[in-house]
């Protein structure tokens, strides 16, 4: 794996080929409209308008997946770059499932520099655990302790969007 830093000391850079694809964590790479496609349709960001996503990218460690000049692929982690991660917004697109990117994508995600030595690294699926167990992910030890503010349609208006339980 490749890691340069740039200049500006805050950012770390990860480009990664095999078999014709590319993972990597330029975020000038980004479909940005392709993602947005894609996570606006899916059940956990249904309505996801796309300055909502265009500030979670600039929030998050993103990492891409290219075939060519076509995104395939995309995972985002918000993290504190020291104690603390959370992945999102994971998907390969249909036409290019079964060829092991996801599992790719989370060997690139787990070997990047902002990411070692983490107290806790979190996620939520409906439907991959087996995905991510492969990749180190067990279901919460003590779930008694986590605690959350929810939003269950977080693109609705305001009025129409009241906490449920």
């Known amino acids: 794996m490749e890691a340069t830093k740039d200049m500006t000391m805050n950012e770390w850079l990860i480009e990664q080929e095999r078999d014709g694809y590319l993972i990597s964590t330029d975020p000038a790479r980004i479909d940005v409209p392709a993602v947005h496609n894609f996570l606006a349709s899916s059940y956990w960001a249904s309505g996801l308008p796309l300055e909502v996503l265009t500030r979670?990218?600039?929030?998050?460690?993103?990492?891409?997946?290219?075939?060519?000049?076509?995104?395939?692929?995309?995972?985002?982690?918000?993290?504190?770059?020291?104690?603390?991660?959370?992945?999102?917004?994971?998907?390969?697109?249909?036409?290019?499932?079964?060829?092991?990117?996801?599992?790719?994508?989370?060997?690139?995600?787990?070997?990047?520099?902002?990411?070692?030595?983490?107290?806790?690294?979190l996620l939520v699926t409906r439907d991959a655990h087996g995905l991510y167990e492969k990749a180190g992910f067990q279901p919460i030890a003590h779930v008694e302790g986590y605690m959350e503010r929810r939003r269950p349609n977080p693109y609705l208006s305001e009025k129409s969007n009241a906490p449920t339980e």
């Open 56 to 121: 979670s990218i600039a929030g998050s460690l993103c990492f891409g997946i290219y075939q060519g000049d076509h995104q395939v692929g995309f995972a985002r982690v918000i993290t504190d770059q020291a104690t603390f991660a959370y992945l999102a917004d994971v998907y390969v697109l249909e036409g290019h499932r079964g060829k092991g990117l996801a599992q790719w994508l989370l060997e690139v995600i787990s070997a990047h520099p902002w990411l070692q030595g983490l107290r806790r690294f």
